[in-house]
């Protein structure tokens, strides 16, 4: 039986302050990331918990030009009919909003989920089997907060048409698309999100998201 650690106060602090710097980062230097750090992140990503102990999460990693400009185009199209979505007061913000980081960032992931997974036998995905799902943007949850506490970025890029992520990147049909994450070292840091800075939304106190029943 393992000794449980002691996480002391200063710890909980610092904790709590990488939790705080977990931005949505979509502004990346080109700078390389060594393949060492990106080995040691994927290391910690794979400890997350998944059902069944399934580990459904499956990566590729976006290398070909070719590639990456497929995806900037679908981003490009489905950002161009977000912005025509919005109220004439919402496009203005909209438009001044930077919502990826394609162009920059130096490491780009496509993240699928394997329905076809046999791992974990199937154990509690049969009655709730996007908990498969679920797994995976845990995993992310715990990438996210590794590659911060490296000093990298990360951005989910969730304007985007799955199917054509799906078709360019010619998965599996077995594959959910997930997210699509830029890696990278952020070109400029800020502690509060882009969107608060820009106006599009404020955050609300948790007190409004918990109801007893």
């Known amino acids: 039986m393992a000794q449980t650690p002691v996480f002391d106060p200063q710890f909980r602090a610092e904790l709590a302050e990488l939790m705080r710097w977990r931005r949505d980062v979509r502004r990346f ?12 992140l994927f290391d910690l990503a794979q400890i997350a918990p998944s059902v069944g102990n399934s580990q459904p999460w499956r990566f590729l990693r976006v290398v070909s030009a070719d590639k ?33 980081g394609i162009d920059a960032a130096p490491v780009q992931l496509a993240v699928f989920c394997d329905h076809a997974t046999e791992q974990g036998h199937g154990l509690g995905a049969r009655t709730m089997p996007e908990m498969l799902d679920y797994s995976v943007v845990g995993m992310i949850a715990g990438l996210w907060l590794s590659a911060r506490a490296a000093g990298l970025g990360l951005g989910w ?28 070292w952020p070109e400029e840091e800020h502690v509060d999100p882009e969107l608060v800075r820009n106006g599009w939304q404020e955050r609300t106190d948790f007190g409004r998201r918990i109801v007893n029943v």
């Open 29 to 40: 230097r080109t700078d390389p990331v060594p393949e060492d750090l990106l080995d040691s």
């Open 68 to 100: 990456r400009a497929e995806i900037r185009r679908n981003f490009l199209a489905c950002n161009a009919e977000a912005l025509a979505a919005q109220s004439d007061e919402r496009a203005a913000i909209y438009a001044r909003l930077k919502l990826a």
């Open 157 to 184: 890029v969730s304007i985007l048409d799955p199917a054509q992520v799906c078709a360019a990147l010619d998965t599996p049909p077995s594959y959910k698309f997930i997210a699509f994450l830029c890696l990278g």
